[in-house]
C-alpha cells in the first residue's frame, strides 16, 4: 500500500494586507491561472517525452532532467488544486510579504514606485521573472539587507515550484540573520526536499523561538511543535513524536477547541503514529474523532475528508475489516472524483490502497485494472524515479503473479 496522511507542516504566521493596495487575486481566477498551468506542463511533458527517442544520449540526459522537475511541478499543482483555499491563502501572503520586505521610502525612491507596483501585479498573477529580477537588484544596489532579498526570492521560488531555487535563497537567509520567518521557511523547504537533518535542525529552532517570544500555550506554539514531530516521526523517533502531538493537543483544547480542523489534523497525525507502533484500537478512536470533527467543520464533500477516510480504512484492513476498509476508500474515491478529479496524484493513491484490498479478497483481475489505473495517473504526473511509481509496479507484477 501507499500511505497518505496530511502530517504537513503548517504556518501559523498571519500576515495583514497593507501599504499599497495590491489586491488579492479573485479565487476562481487564482485556480484557473493553476489549470492553465497544470495544462501547459502536461503539454510539455508530451513534447519532452516523444523527443526523448529522438536525441542522443547527452541530450536525452537534459531532456529526462527537465522532464523530472515539469512532473515535480505537475505534483505541486496537483496538491494545490486538492485545497485551493490554503494555496490562495499562502500566495496572497507571499504577496504581503514581499511588498512589506520593499516598503520602504529610499527602496521605492531608488526603484521607482510604478516599477514596483508593475512587478507586485504581476507576482499577484502568478508570473514570477519580473519581481525576482527586482528583488536580486534590491540586494545587489544594498537597497535592502540581503538576508531580506534573499527570503523574498526564496517566496518567489517557492509559489513558482522551484524547489531547489527556494532552499537555497531560504538557506541563505537563515544562515545571515536567525529570524523566525526564514528560519519556518528553511525548516519547511528542507522538509519538502527530504533533507530531514536540516529541517529537525531548523524547526526545533523555530519551536525555541516561539517559546521565548509567545510563549507554550498558545495556537502559534501547539503548530510549531506538530511539525516537529513530523520531522521526529520521519527520523525514526516515535515515542518523542507521540509525546510533541499529545502536547499539541492539550494545548489545541485551551485555545482554538476541540472542533477545529487543526486539531483533527493532529489528531490524525498522532493515530498514525500510533498506527505504526501496533496500537490500532487507540488509533481506530482517533482516526474516527478526527473525522467526525472534518464531518462537522469542512463537510464530506472536501478533498481532506477523503483523506481521512483513506487513512482510516488502510487502519480497520490491517485489523482485518476487509469490507469496510473497501467501502471507506470507495467513498474516498468519489469525493476525490467530484473534487479534485479522477487524474490526480491522491485519487491515484485511493486507487492503490483499495487494489490492495480486493487483492486480499481473492479479486484479481479488478485488483489489476485499479493498480493499472492508478500508474497510469502516476506517470502521468511523478517523475519515472518516483518511489510511489516504483512501488505501484510492483505491486502490478505481484498482482499477476498470484492471479489463477
Same mark, same amino acid.
Given at each position: 500500500?501507499?500511505?497518505?496522511?496530511?502530517?504537513?507542516? &503548517?504556518?501559523?504566521?498571519?500576515?495583514?494586507?497593507?501599504?499599497?493596495?495590491?489586491?488579492?487575486?479573485? +479565487?476562481? @481566477?487564482?485556480?484557473?491561472?493553476?489549470?492553465?498551468?497544470?495544462?501547459?506542463?502536461?503539454?510539455? %511533458?508530451?513534447?519532452k517525452d516523444a523527443l526523448v527517442s529522438q536525441v542522443n544520449q547527452l541530450e536525452r540526459a537534459e531532456?529526462?532532467?527537465?522532464?523530472?522537475?515539469?512532473?515535480?511541478?505537475?505534483?505541486?499543482?496537483?496538491?494545490?488544486?486538492?485545497?485551493?483555499?490554503?494555496? /490562495?491563502?499562502?500566495?496572497?501572503?507571499?504577496?504581503?510579504?514581499?511588498? #512589506?520586505?520593499?516598503?520602504?521610502? &529610499?527602496?521605492?525612491?531608488?526603484?521607482?514606485?510604478?516599477?514596483?507596483?508593475?512587478?507586485? !501585479?504581476?507576482?499577484?498573477?502568478?508570473?514570477?521573472?519580473?519581481?525576482? &529580477?527586482? @528583488?536580486?537588484?534590491?540586494?545587489?544596489?544594498?537597497?535592502?539587507?540581503?538576508?531580506?532579498?534573499?527570503?523574498?526570492?526564496?517566496?518567489?521560488?517557492?509559489?513558482?515550484?522551484?524547489?531547489?531555487?527556494?532552499?537555497?535563497?531560504?538557506?541563505? !537567509?537563515?544562515?545571515?540573520?536567525?529570524?523566525?520567518?526564514? /528560519?519556518?521557511?528553511?525548516?519547511?523547504?528542507?522538509?519538502?526536499?527530504?533533507?530531514?537533518?536540516?529541517?529537525?535542525?531548523?524547526?526545533?529552532?523555530?519551536?525555541?523561538?516561539?517559546?521565548?517570544?509567545?510563549?507554550?500555550?498558545?495556537?502559534?506554539?501547539?503548530?510549531?511543535?506538530?511539525?516537529?514531530?513530523?520531522?521526529?516521526?520521519?527520523?525514526?523517533? +516515535?515515542?518523542?513524536?507521540?509525546?510533541?502531538?499529545?502536547?499539541? /493537543?492539550?494545548?489545541?483544547?485551551?485555545?482554538?477547541?476541540?472542533?477545529?480542523?487543526e486539531h483533527a489534523t493532529r489528531l490524525n497525525n498522532l493515530a498514525g503514529v500510533l498506527r505504526e507502533?501496533?496500537? @490500532?484500537?487507540?488509533?481506530? $478512536?482517533?482516526?474516527?474523532? &478526527?473525522?467526525?470533527?472534518? $464531518?462537522?467543520?469542512?463537510?464530506?464533500?472536501?478533498?481532506?475528508?477523503?483523506?481521512?477516510?483513506?487513512?482510516?480504512?488502510?487502519?480497520?484492513?490491517?485489523?482485518?475489516?476487509?469490507?469496510? !476498509?473497501?467501502?471507506?476508500?470507495?467513498?474516498?474515491?468519489?469525493?476525490?472524483?467530484?473534487?479534485?478529479?479522477?487524474?490526480? %496524484?491522491?485519487?491515484?493513491?485511493? /486507487?492503490?490502497?483499495?487494489?490492495?484490498?480486493?487483492?486480499?479478497?481473492?479479486?484479481?483481475?479488478?485488483?489489476?485494472?485499479?493498480?493499472?489505473?492508478?500508474?497510469?495517473?502516476?506517470?502521468?504526473?511523478? +517523475?519515472?524515479?518516483?518511489?510511489?511509481?516504483? #512501488? %505501484?509496479?510492483?505491486?502490478?507484477?505481484?498482482? $499477476?503473479?498470484?492471479?489463477?
Amino acid at each position: 500500500m501507499i500511505g497518505r496522511t496530511d502530517n504537513n507542516v &503548517a504556518d501559523s504566521t498571519g500576515v495583514q494586507q497593507a501599504g499599497r493596495d495590491i489586491h488579492g487575486i479573485d +479565487p476562481a @481566477l487564482f485556480i484557473e491561472e493553476m489549470r492553465r498551468k497544470d495544462a501547459r506542463i502536461d503539454a510539455l %511533458i508530451a513534447e519532452k517525452d516523444a523527443l526523448v527517442s529522438q536525441v542522443n544520449q547527452l541530450e536525452r540526459a537534459e531532456l529526462e532532467r527537465e522532464l523530472t522537475e515539469l512532473r515535480a511541478k505537475k505534483s505541486d499543482l496537483n496538491e494545490r488544486l486538492a485545497n485551493p483555499e490554503q494555496a /490562495l491563502q499562502e500566495h496572497t501572503n507571499r504577496v504581503t510579504q514581499i511588498e #512589506q520586505l520593499l516598503d520602504d521610502t &529610499a527602496t521605492q525612491h531608488a526603484l521607482g514606485e510604478n516599477r514596483i507596483r508593475s512587478a507586485l !501585479a504581476a507576482f499577484r498573477e502568478l508570473e514570477y521573472g519580473e519581481i525576482d &529580477a527586482l @528583488l536580486a537588484e534590491t540586494e545587489e544596489r544594498a537597497l535592502i539587507t540581503a538576508a531580506k532579498a534573499a527570503y523574498g526570492r526564496g517566496m518567489v521560488a517557492e509559489d513558482a515550484i522551484r524547489w531547489q531555487d527556494a532552499y537555497t535563497h531560504y538557506k541563505r !537567509a537563515a544562515e545571515m540573520q536567525s529570524d523566525l520567518n526564514y /528560519l519556518r521557511a528553511y525548516a519547511r523547504i528542507s522538509w519538502r526536499l527530504a533533507k530531514f537533518m536540516e529541517a529537525l535542525q531548523a524547526q526545533e529552532l523555530v519551536v525555541a523561538h516561539v517559546k521565548v517570544r509567545e510563549g507554550d500555550k498558545c495556537v502559534a506554539y501547539a503548530t510549531e511543535i506538530n511539525n516537529f514531530a513530523g520531522i521526529v516521526r520521519a527520523h525514526g523517533r +516515535p515515542n518523542d513524536a507521540e509525546r510533541l502531538y499529545r502536547e499539541a /493537543l492539550e494545548i489545541d483544547r485551551v485555545t482554538i477547541g476541540e472542533g477545529h480542523p487543526e486539531h483533527a489534523t493532529r489528531l490524525n497525525n498522532l493515530a498514525g503514529v500510533l498506527r505504526e507502533q501496533g496500537r @490500532l484500537e487507540e488509533a481506530e $478512536r482517533l482516526y474516527r474523532e &478526527a473525522i467526525e470533527i472534518d $464531518r462537522v467543520a469542512i463537510g464530506e464533500e472536501h478533498p481532506s475528508y477523503a483523506i481521512r477516510l483513506s487513512n482510516l480504512a488502510r487502519l480497520v484492513n490491517e485489523m482485518g475489516r476487509s469490507g469496510e !476498509a473497501e467501502e471507506l476508500y470507495l467513498r474516498a474515491l468519489e469525493i476525490d472524483r467530484i473534487t479534485i478529479g479522477d487524474a490526480h %496524484i491522491n485519487y491515484a493513491i485511493h /486507487l492503490n490502497n483499495l487494489a490492495f484490498v480486493v487483492l486480499g479478497l481473492d479479486r484479481f483481475e479488478e485488483a489489476e485494472q485499479y493498480y493499472i489505473r492508478a500508474l497510469k495517473i502516476f506517470k502521468s504526473a511523478l +517523475p519515472p524515479d518516483h518511489s510511489h511509481i516504483q #512501488q %505501484i509496479e510492483g505491486n502490478l507484477t505481484a498482482c $499477476r503473479a498470484v492471479r489463477p
